[in-house]
């Protein structure tokens, strides 16, 4: 019996929820779905009912959404993502809104994203502020193709850089860095729960407290900032405490702590004195 878009949809909504089941069928055939809807009787090739049931059968078992459909929507944007990467959220384009206040004023800035992933935040600036120099780092190649894939289907200019954290960068200094660094601990249970089970996972944590990476960064952040420059992580919805104290350990000052739509309080900062620190380039 030929399948049509209702059998396929009525068979995939016995494993998973309808909305993901319109959306994975939607991908499939190119059509949205309003397009769905008005076409429920149309037959669908034998090729394609057999992958649309393969990809139900893996939502089924958990595997995101995202990394079936290959895109996440960020800030207005599709991002291309694989299992290689993070998968964007929500909460992370609080960073954004972040650095363009920052930044409105200016007419030209030097951006550093350390931990690039996807590249969805330091695509989104390049787009955001165009006058702006934006500098991305990971450590992970495959994270890097991606963020490079990304960078050219939305015409972005950005420069990417093979590093661990600030390790290969070139000897110059930025007026904005953020980061949004694993910070999950080690042992968590979310680490086990929902789509974290299938994200690269050392894109996740750190393999011990949840602020190692975080401690790394703010220590170094005020060699690599130009006077004045802010530095702003993200972090996890239990760290803003220790984030604010490490932050006042490596003397930054006007530190600031953003809550994300939820009311946690995800993002903190601040910026470097008037003085220069002496170059750390090692």
């Known amino acids: 019996m030929t399948a049509t878009v ?5 068979e995939a909504r016995r494993r998973i929820p309808a909305a993901d089941a319109r959306l994975l069928l939607g991908h499939l055939l190119g059509r949205d779905t309003a397009w769905l809807e008005a076409h429920r009787d149309d037959a669908v090739a034998e090729e394609t009912a057999t992958e649309y049931s393969a990809l139900a059968g893996r939502r089924a078992a958990g595997e995101p959404i995202a990394y079936l459909l290959g895109v996440r929507e960020f800030y207005g944007r599709d991002f291309v993502v694989t299992s290689d990467v993070l998968i964007p959220r929500p909460e992370t384009e609080l960073l954004i809104d972040i650095a363009k206040e920052k930044l409105f004023a200016a007419d030209s800035a030097r951006i550093l994203d350390l931990g690039v992933g996807s590249g969805c935040i330091a695509v989104t600036l390049a787009l955001e502020l165009p006058w702006a ?27 990417f850089v093979a590093s661990d954290w600030f390790a290969a960068l070139p000897p110059r200094r930025y007026d904005f860095i953020v980061a949004n660094p694993p910070y999950v601990a080690a042992g968590d249970p979310h680490l086990d729960e929902g789509d974290l089970r299938f994200e690269p996972r050392d894109a996740l944590t750190d393999n011990a407290d949840g602020l190692s990476a975080i401690r790394r960064i703010v220590a170094a952040a005020p060699h690599w900032l130009n006077p004045g420059g802010w530095l702003f992580l993200e972090h996890g919805y239990d760290q803003a405490a220790a984030v604010r104290g490490l932050l006042e350990a490596a003397a930054f000052a006007g530190i600031e702590q953003h809550r994300d739509l939820a009311g946690i309080v995800r993002a903190s900062g601040g910026h470097v004195p008037a003085i220069v620190f002496p170059a750390n380039n090692q």
């Open 133 to 159: 120099e934006v500098t991305a780092v990971d450590v992970s190649a495959a994270a890097l193709a991606v963020a490079r894939r990304n960078a050219a289907r939305q015409a972005a200019q950005v420069e």
């Open 6 to 10: 209702a059998s396929l949809l009525a």
